[in-house]
Nanobody
Framework: QVQLVESGGGLVRTGGSLRLSCAAS????????MAWFRQAPGKEREFVAR????????YYTDPVNGRFTISRDNVKKMVYLEMNSLKPEDTAVYYC???????????????WGQGTQVIVSS
């Protein structure tokens, strides 16, 4: 039974930084594509970033490209999202997700964490 648990969210000022963490249980973590999504109030869940099973290839949505960095540690079974130069429009609940293909839609991922709230004040 694989589970994902996010942490690291909080309140930060515009221009600040946060590092989100996602801890995985189970023994097949290293075979999964991992991704971060976010969902703001009244909006659909939005793709943020993904990383392949080896950590050798990452992809970002345009609004965060150059500001966010996704990484993973397959020994510790962790995935991270380093967020820099945060903007108020980054405010959302951020979710960690696991999948088997390099998708950008929520339906491409079969396992989700509970989410962690990020609030960026102006």
């Amino acid at each position: 039974q694989v589970q994902l648990v996010e942490s690291g969210g909080g309140l930060v000022r515009t221009g600040g930084s946060l590092r989100l963490s996602c801890a995985a249980s189970g023994r097949t973590f290293s075979t999964y594509v991992m991704a971060w999504f976010r969902q703001a109030p009244g909006k659909e869940r939005e793709f943020v970033a993904r990383i392949d099973w080896s950590g050798g290839s990452a992809y970002y949505t345009d609004p965060v490209n150059g500001r966010f960095t996704i990484s993973r540690d397959n020994v510790k079974k962790m995935v991270y999202l380093e967020m820099n130069s945060l903007k108020p429009e980054d405010t959302a609940v951020y979710y960690c997700a696991a999948g088997s293909v390099l998708g950008i839609l929520p339906a491409s991922y079969f396992l989700w964490g509970q989410g962690t709230q990020v609030i960026v004040s102006s």
